[in-house]
């Protein structure tokens, strides 16, 4: 089995700031990684597959990298809306998830 | 455009059976390729993968509860129907059905069922 191990647990962002998000594979899922955004009492909605891909209708300001074991998530400029947990996937090995990373605003 | 349901009951009893449905609309179950999963949220943590099934009915589950889990659809219905048994309150999550996009990440999610397990 495959685990994902993502970090921070929580950021405390400013609007307009760039964000960060970690992913780590416990072994090399290659480039089989999607991140979703889950915000309060809504289900997940698919920001980024193959490991940079955007997926449609997602803004411009989200963008993934990585590949092997290491993947990251950036929001170049954050937004009010951005609000939410965000949880790295890998679909290489069956799927699982990370443990999420929740963004708040300052 | 693509649209799944949960549906089943809220509250079970420990021990008890849970069968949940997954309504779909927008593809078929028939179409090759195509497959439908489960996934759960336990309230306030990460989400976990259960099981999930192709248009061909061929099955797979997450090793750590596949003794308890069965998994099958109806074409005919536009149903994905997920079955677990031996209940117990650590299953009380918020259970998800998922369509698996072409390259096997979950790009269309329904809006969830929260089922809490007591006595």
């Known amino acids: 089995e495959t685990f994902m191990t993502q970090s921070p647990a929580t950021l405390s962002v400013s609007p307009g700031e760039r964000v960060t998000l970690s992913c780590r594979a416990s072994?090399?899922?290659?480039?089989?990684v999607a991140w979703y955004q889950q915000r309060l009492g809504q289900p997940p909605r698919v920001l980024i597959y193959?490991?940079?891909k955007r997926a449609t209708g997602v803004p411009a300001r989200f963008s993934g990298s990585g590949s092997g074991t290491d993947f990251t998530l950036t929001i170049s400029s954050l937004q009010s809306e951005d609000s939410a947990v965000y949880y790295c996937?890998?679909?290489?090995?069956?799927?699982?998830f990370g443990q999420g990373t929740k963004v708040e605003i300052k | 455009q693509i649209t799944l349901s949960e549906s089943g009951p809220s509250l079970v009893r420990p021990t008890q059976t849970l069968t949940l449905t997954c309504s779909i609309s927008?593809?078929?179950?028939?179409?090759?390729?195509?497959?439908v999963g489960w996934i759960r949220q336990p309230p306030g943590k990460a989400l976990e993968w259960l099981a999930l099934?192709?248009?061909?009915?061929?099955?797979h589950y997450s090793p750590s509860l596949k003794r308890r889990l069965t998994i099958t659809r109806d074409a005919s219905k536009n149903q994905v129907v997920l079955t677990m048994r031996n209940m117990d309150p650590l299953d009380t999550a918020t259970y998800y059905c998922?369509?698996?996009?072409?390259?096997?990440?979950?790009?269309?999610w329904g809006q969830g069922l929260l089922v809490t397990v007591t006595s």
């Open positions: 998922g369509h698996k996009g072409d390259e096997s990440y979950f790009d269309y």
């Open positions: 927008g593809f078929s179950l028939s179409t090759y390729q195509v497959a």
């Open positions: 099934i192709y248009w061909n009915d061929e099955e």
């Open positions: 072994q090399s899922v290659d480039k089989h």
């Open positions: 193959g490991a940079s």
């Open positions: 996937q890998q679909y290489i090995d069956w799927w699982t």
